[in-house]
């Protein structure tokens, strides 16, 4: 018999010392967004809120701001839902909807990918990059109602729905 997730209170938390074993999944109903399942890691540099967090070079645990274009989903831990400082432990949603940083416009629906800016996701074409997808763009509109544009880089998050990343 296979145990059930522990549900997750509080997944803003981060630290300097393990909030759990770096690896540990959880579970956590988001009162906008659902469930979502959510995995401990630790950051080797600051990754902020939103932005998407890809395992370091021969780790599966130590995790630093993705970096490139259409990176293999298989190296990707998730998107952080708080700021993790260098050296300190965090949460990052593995599975489910999460907000993200979106690279350039990209209209809901669209499969998303890392972009080539540090962080944030982007449109792609599925051709070719079907091993890149880690995700669905689900509403491109911010919070104040207006869709997402190119000059809103960084400064507007979207709902994206995350394949499965554990």
């Not at 540990?24 to 932005?51: C, F, W």
């Not at 630093?64 to 190296?75: E, F, I, R, Y």
């Not at 593995?94 to 809901?108: H, I, V, W």
Request: net charge negative.
């Amino acid at each position: 018999m296979i145990a059930p997730i522990v549900y997750l209170s509080t997944p803003s938390e981060t630290a300097t010392y393990q909030l759990a074993p770096v690896g540990t999944i959880r579970a956590y109903d988001h009162p906008d967004l659902g469930y979502q399942l959510l995995r401990m890691v630790k950051a080797d540099s600051e990754i902020l809120i939103n932005e998407v967090a890809g395992f370091t070079l021969g780790s599966s645990v130590n995790v630093a701001k993705s970096t490139g274009a259409q990176v293999n989903a298989n190296l990707i831990a998730g998107v952080a839902v708080a700021t993790i400082a260098a050296s300190s432990y965090g949460w990052v949603v593995c599975a489910g909807q999460c907000y993200a940083d979106l690279q350039a416009t990209a209209g809901n629906r669209s499969t998303l990918s890392t972009g080539s800016t540090a962080g944030r996701v982007n449109d792609i074409a599925v051709s070719g990059f079907e091993h890149c997808i880690i995700g669905t763009l689900v509403d491109n509109t911010g919070e104040d109602g207006v869709a997402w544009a190119s000059t809103n880089a960084g400064t507007r998050k979207v709902i994206m729905r995350l394949h499965s990343l554990l």
